[in-house]
């Protein structure tokens, strides 16, 4: 009976726990964006309003909330200087080769900061998909995209290939079958990241919302476009 009371008096007190909870809970009830935070950013789109407008914000609430962490080293399919050198004389001699023209490589380890296609089923951060991702998430926090091109950017390889999938991590692989984890440096994504850079150089340039970045995004904007822009 002691017991029990004293376990009920924690719970009406609050357990450290539950405090911490409250408190969290708190501190993102005050900084999430409202609808009108929504209507005011992307004010002027294609129309219509009442649920059109609550679905648009409900999917882009997923999409920020997709953005994750990742710590690890990509798998290379590394084509051998045999292989690369030399040509199939015979289209039944190269699916057997095909297993021998590359070798599997670890890549550097690495941190990335990413948004995914889906949480569920593709927990990782896609080269193309990102693009897009920021495309839309630049105009909501340039300070996000910021970050999340600097980290994709630190990906880059020496020769300028970034893998096409980052799959960092066990539990990243988890969820890839083990014959499609290694990335080859033959296989390149359209460079979507660069949608989202040219989104914010036409911002600053053009000078509208320029109030609303942070003086160290617009100092980086700034400096890639070769204009003064103050902040």
């Not at 999430?32 to 609430?61: I, M």
């Not at 710590?71 to 021998?100: E, F, K, M, R, V």
């Not at 970034?162 to 990335?183: D, M, W």
Request: hydrophobic letters at 30%.
């Amino acid at each position: 009976t002691t017991t029990s009371a004293a376990a009920a008096a924690d719970v009406g007190s609050g357990s450290p726990k539950q405090r911490l909870w409250k408190r969290y809970k708190s501190d993102i009830d005050s900084s999430a964006p409202t609808l009108d935070d929504y209507k005011q950013r992307y004010r002027g789109g294609s129309g219509g309003g009442g649920d059109y407008l609550e679905a648009a914000r409900a999917a882009f609430a997923n999409l920020l909330g997709s953005h994750g962490y990742w710590h690890g080293h990509s798998t290379l399919a590394i084509p051998n200087s045999s292989s690369s050198s030399s040509t199939s004389s015979s289209s039944s001699s190269s699916s057997s080769s095909s297993s021998s023209a590359v070798r599997h490589v670890d890549g550097a380890t690495v941190t990335l900061l990413s948004g995914v296609p889906s949480r569920p089923f593709f927990p990782r951060g896609f080269l193309w998909d990102e693009g897009f991702h920021q495309l839309l998430v630049c105009h909501w926090d340039p300070t996000i995209t910021l970050d999340v091109l600097s980290h994709w950017y630190n990906v880059m390889r020496d020769d300028g290939w970034i893998p096409r999938e980052q799959i960092l991590g066990e539990e990243a692989a988890s969820k890839v079958p083990t014959e499609f984890r290694p990335q080859h440096p033959s296989h390149a994504n359209p460079p979507t990241l660069l949608l989202s850079v040219v989104s914010m150089l036409r911002r600053v340039n053009g000078g509208s919302e320029v109030a609303s970045c942070d003086g160290d995004v617009c100092d980086v904007v700034d400096s890639s476009s070769g204009s003064s822009v103050s902040s």
